[in-house]
């Protein structure tokens, strides 16, 4: 008994010398739809072909891939290479479980030097740099503008009021009895934040300790989507239960004249939608001309986990992503505006039409865009779910809005300070 | 001498008793491998964290109670509670009654009848897949197969979402799990032919009617079988999960939030593991106050056969 085991701890012992001798790959995470992991799978293999290194990726749906970068993390296992999103990243500086960046940088192992500081700085946590942004993205209006001229109505311009937006809806469904837009959208939390700003209010505090806004906004924006909910011009909240994928949202079949969405997802519907309808139209969130409520925000950040035994070639991984020509016109501008300013332009004059509209409409919506929020507390997940839930609860018709919207700011109230 | 003459005899018995233990313990050990690395040592760490703060990122904190008396406050909990009782109610009992007429009708003698029995098994083999759980949501969905055959038959067109509604949500679950019959079928169809063919011939011969062969024949001998149903029926029913998750999310408003679900949404979406941790000890306590209950009261109806 005592050989045998004597004889498995040297054959383990050897194995794992032999593949620490061994040219390690470097570990590359990522979350993504099909489409999305087809493009970095893509990304991955061209880097492997110009810089010979190896790489071995870990991907997963978005929820998915956030319990197991946790799980990774807990067990002190984390990928050389992870892609953290803004609502995340903060919580892994805190736990000190990403590298600071800044040494990397300034060896030129990641060049940055075609980078606006501007570019960057959503990635900076105190003195250290923990991210680097793989692009740029924002919250778009995206309008079937041949709908709306073929039911006899303007398209929404920028300078659209929300109040004017809402009546606009309600006018669309009366002329077509097709929904003015799609519930699907208006029920992400992020345009009820844009809302917010448009008050001159956050989601939360300074100090992250209390909610943000007045129960009097929140109430408005509640009352408002029940005016559209009750008037028809939004699909009935009991169809928004099962989240059917956003290519059978009403606004991919057509049957909404617009939808709040993301850049990165507008693409989505553009493709779905072009052959018969043509490209799409894009406008800020109605509303946010007055108060530059809108905001660009960094689609993902490319990070390099502390634990990670592949720092150099992590590196590597950024470097190509910033700065290789043929990758970037590869990628095409999906994953939102490259940051260096040169591969952008690059990028810029050799997009397809659906593409150039995304980087067009990035220009015009930084003009009205004031500072990006600071990132979100942990409780934040919790709390989207809950307004969630509340929404729904006066669509169904159980709470007025004054109640739901102080409902949510007590859960809320209650969850920042746990 | 006596003494010293058995004393060879006793010692080569018990030396024969240790090989023949160590034997039975090494063809389970594979099994008592896995017990402890991945039932027990999981176990009782889960009791440990249910006592403290832990977001799986840092270190756990001790906060003793709190995350019990948390769940006093917790209103969402309480709304699981609530419906998991519902859910496990309506369906145990539906799903062991379907289970038991199915099995009644194909244990009668007719042609093809292995590819009858084949056929009724098959959504339980699907389970609780993703596919199954989509399927169900576009057929009971507004525009779904079966508002279609609603508005065939009325004529007129009719438009609900069964799955998206609060009052219908978590009864389309409900049918859902009771279309998963098959494994409690199985069980049934091979208690159904234990049952000693001279007790019906008897009764026959006696005239009784077929209600009273199955009242009084059939229920009585099957009692066994199902005590062993019911049990699993509930225990299964109160982890009842993935269907939750795939359909409808715990929404519209939480109607359908089957504890399961609520525990993996406190653990992996809100890193709240000490939190669904205690919960998950809550689950077990009432899952064992259920078993222990059944248990007790089997005495006064299952029979088991002499």
Redesign the interface.
Known sequence: MKKLLSVILAVLMLTSCAAALADEPVRVAWWGSETSNVVYLTFSDMFTEATGIEYEAEYLSWGDYWTKINTLAAANDMPDMVRMDYAYIKNYVDKGLLLDLTDLVNEGKIDLSDVADSAISGGRFGDGLYGINAGSNGLVLAVNAKLVTDAGLEVPTNEMTWEEFVDWCIEFHDKTGKFGTDLFGLKDFNVYRVFARQHNEELYNEAQDAVGYSVETLAAYFTDLKKLHDAGAIQNVADVTVDIGKENYPFAKAEAATNMTVTDSYTTYAKLLYDEYGALELRIQPGSAENKAMFVKPSQFLSIAASAEQVDKAAAYIDYWTNDEAANLYINGTRGIPISAKISSLVAANLDEISALAFDYMQVMAEYSSDLYAPDPVAHTEIGDEFVSQLSSVLFNNATPEEAAQKLIDFSNKALNN | MTVAKRTPVTQAARARRRNNNLAGYTFILPWLIGLVVFTSIPMIYSLYLSFTKY????APQWIGVANYVNMVNDDTFWKALGVTFKYVFLLVPLRLAAALAVAMVLTTNHKGIGLYRTAYYVPSLLGGSVAIAIIW?RIF??NGAFNGIISAISGSVFSY?W????ST?LYSLILLGCWHFGSSMLIFISGIKQIPASYYEAALLDGASPWQKFRYITLPSLSPVIFFNLVQGIINAFKAFSEALI???G????STMLFALYIY?QG????KMGYACAMSWVLLVIISIFSIFIFKSSDSWVHYEA
């Open positions: 977001d799986a990122l840092g949501s969905g507004s979402n799955v998206g509604e609060i949500a359909i409808t999310d929404g519209p408003l939480n949404k992996f979406s809100y890193f």
